[in-house]
């Protein structure tokens, strides 16, 4: 049952990654690129992380989705199709595409995911939470100093000091 | 010479009478027996009374009404009964035609009208079936521009989410379709569909008032999205628990609402906008853009987005009852079943009824549970309903301003409150509960 479920999903992953980056359509695309990320979650549903999945349903999916989304549908087509026809361009991304994978792959392998047993419970994300908390609290604070950058620098971006706003009576 | 049918004649009546009758005998006797049959064998059915119940007993069952309490009983513990009847798609439809129907009524009376009076004997009690029948009667017109497969797919998956919703609410103790452990990050996760869905289908019909419809939904559901999360994670803190049944079986003694006010005052008010009801129905202002995101649907495809509106509107009221109203909590008013059914039947005069062996069907628990979630429920749905009387529509940089400033600030308050209640030892372990 479970290999089954693995496959179809592993099928829905690949498939949809593949049509988001082949079809022509832009907002067909950014549905399957919706379906990947569906999939990914699917895959932590099966890795006993629901807690994970969840959130990955409610952020990529439910938001991260909706951006593109919003951002195909007001940007203009034209600038987006401009093709450039570059050899060494090409080239260039192969050979970034082959140094990422080996390096990913070499993590992988060196993490000891061989020696990973499977029969061990699965853990309870309160004792993830306690961990964000207690041992892991640098990269937490990181993360929130990194986050409210972000959101301060689009905030500056945004800001446009040309447009003056005369019509709102507050 | 009748007016209605004015070539009546009663032989010919009767002939169609008898016609009908012969039809209906071949078709059951050639594919009604037969389906049944089929079925009963595909469906794994009950040991009742240590006795398989083969498919041809079934029918001797059916056929016995004192003997078929046991089956019906065997049925209500399956998953069909759970998803479509009762705390599923079932409850939650009719307690949304409900809604429809109250509303409709209770705004006319509010603006000093009648309302739907002429369908049904009794003040338009059956305006809804009309409009239902209506609706299904009616061609479904597609844009000759729009995207096919979107614009088809777009109502069904509003259904198809906002049953979802549903799933995750439990009426009563242990009812409940989708017992979870992580109930209420899967309402986060499914409420994060709806703008997708909004957009898509707004977009796929190619006109431009669904697409302006359409923005505006997204700007508003995405926006207060983050104060309707955050104005529930102080319940969550008290609680310690994302299991909505545990959440509301925590609240025996008193609703949350007591410590928590301003976190239910956030949460009612982002609920108002996720569901675009009215100081917050920017998306389909209907005195600015026509119908919103819903012009270009017509026929059953309008009917399909109603119901999940509010399908979605029942289950926003009852997540709300269970976070901070205490759920099926409340005082024990049903009264208990009457033992002497189940041992001697009850004699009326010269006839014996029973005894019924099999027949407290539901609890008391469980019908008292669900009385009182279902009177919780009405009255956050009439105070969902009343602004629609009352307010007229804000402006959308008050809409944003409101969910990114006011609302994100309260439900830190709310957050706060929760802490301080929780580390002052007022709440939590050691202090009331």
Sequence with gaps: MADAVFLALAVITIGSAIAALELRSLIYGSIALMGTLGGVAGFFFLLDAPFVALFQIAVYVGSIAVLILFTVMLVKRELIFKKIEDKRRKFAGIGLMLIIMVSLGAVFLDSGIKTITTDEPAPDFRDIGIDFVTYYWPALILMGLILAGSVTGSLVLARREDVENDQRAN | MSVIAPKFKLSEFIKSLLDNIFWIILLLVLVGFPAVFMILFVIPLPVIDGELLTPFLALTWLADPTRILPVVQAFMTTDIFRVM?????????????????????????????????????????????????????????????????????APVLFVAAAAAFVAFIPVAPGWVVADVDLGLLGVFAVIGFFPIITILSAWSANSKFPFIGGIRALFQMVSFEIPLILSLLGVVMLTGSLNLSEIAASQSVFPWIVFLPVGAIVFFITMLAELERIPFDLPEAESEIVAGWLTELSGMMYGLVQLGTYLKLYAFAGLFVVLFLGGWNGPMVVPPFPAELLTTGITIGPITAGPFPGLPLFTQEMLNGTLMFVLKTGGVIFFILLPRGVFPRIRVDMLLNLGWTKLIGLAFVNIFIALGLLYAGVLGPGGLQ
């Design chain 2, 85 to 153: 009847a009762f705390p599923g798609f079932g409850f939650a439809a009719l307690l949304a035609a409900g809604t429809i129907f109250v509303e409709r009524k209770m705004l006319a009376k509010l603006q000093l009208r009648v309302g739907p009076f002429y369908c049904g004997k009794f003040e338009g009690i059956l305006q809804l079936m009309g409009d239902g029948l209506k609706l299904i009667s009616k061609e479904i017109i597609i844009p000759a521009k729009a995207d096919k497969p979107i614009f088809w797919a």
